[in-house]
């Protein structure tokens, strides 16, 4: 059964500061990735999809990497604001289901 | 935007009752999730479909949780009878299914069991 796991669980930086996020996976056969942003008490909202032949998908300031063989996925967001103030969770999509990590609290200071 | 309509938004129930919760994939969509979110667990799967037949629905309990999707346009998630720890957000999803696209989420039904 695929595990996602993602480090650090929680996040605080000041305005401005570039940040990643990581996300690992254990089984590599996968079809894409996705992350995902969660405010509190809200639903889930797409960011980011890379499929399992990218190696990175951008949006904006954000950036996503991925590197199958390794099991693992970076969100790089640059010159971070208050209002990226969320959770962020990534998603595997493999032969079997849809697994997510636990998140990571980001939390950016004025 | 098409989008993945969950009812009801909020739903309190007393333990013991029948819970049902509705979802409405987005059209064409013919991949949909059933997911559980509390602070303590996470987003823990329940159950999937595609093309309206159950895949997997290992993460549910048996035992007082049904999953069904009577047709293309509608997937329900039942609880009976309802426990105080079931209380959590359901969240549904739904996507293609061709492995090159995502999944979009609906905004959840919160329920609380007393």
């Known amino acids: 059964k695929q595990e996602v796991t993602q480090i650090p669980a929680a996040l605080s930086v000041p305005e401005g500061e570039n940040l990643v996020l990581n996300c690992s996976f254990t089984?590599?056969?996968?079809?894409?990735l996705q992350w995902f942003r969660q405010d509190p008490g809200k639903g889930l909202t797409s960011l980011l999809l890379?499929?399992?032949?990218?190696r990175e998908q951008t949006s904006g300031r954000l950036n996503a990497s991925l590197d199958k063989s390794s099991g693992r996925s970076t969100l790089y967001i640059a010159a971070s604001q208050p209002g990226d103030s969320a959770t962020y969770l990534c998603?595997?999509?493999?032969?079997?289901?849809?697994?997510f990590g636990a998140g990571t609290r980001l939390t950016v200071k004025p | 935007d098409a989008r993945v309509t969950q009812t009801p938004r909020d739903k309190v129930t007393e333990m013991g009752q029948e819970v049902t919760m509705r979802c409405q994939p987005i059209?064409?969509?013919?991949?949909v999730f059933w997911y559980r979110q509390t602070m303590m667990q996470g987003l823990e799967l329940l159950a999937y479909?595609?093309?309206?037949?159950?895949?997997?629905d290992s993460g549910m309990p048996k035992d007082r949780f049904s999953a069904e999707m009577p047709d293309a346009t509608l997937a329900t998630l039942k609880i009976q009878p309802s426990e105080p720890r079931d209380s959590a957000v359901y969240f549904c999803?739904?996507?293609?299914?061709?492995?090159?696209?995502?999944?979009?989420f609906g905004s959840g039904t919160r329920l609380t069991v007393v």
């Open positions: 999803a739904s996507g293609p299914g061709t492995g090159l696209d995502g999944y979009t």
């Open positions: 089984d590599s056969a996968i079809y894409n």
């Open positions: 890379i499929q399992s032949s990218q």
């Open positions: 998603a595997v999509d493999g032969e079997d289901d849809m697994r």
């Open positions: 059209l064409g969509h013919n991949t």
């Open positions: 479909f595609r093309n309206r037949a159950p895949l997997d």
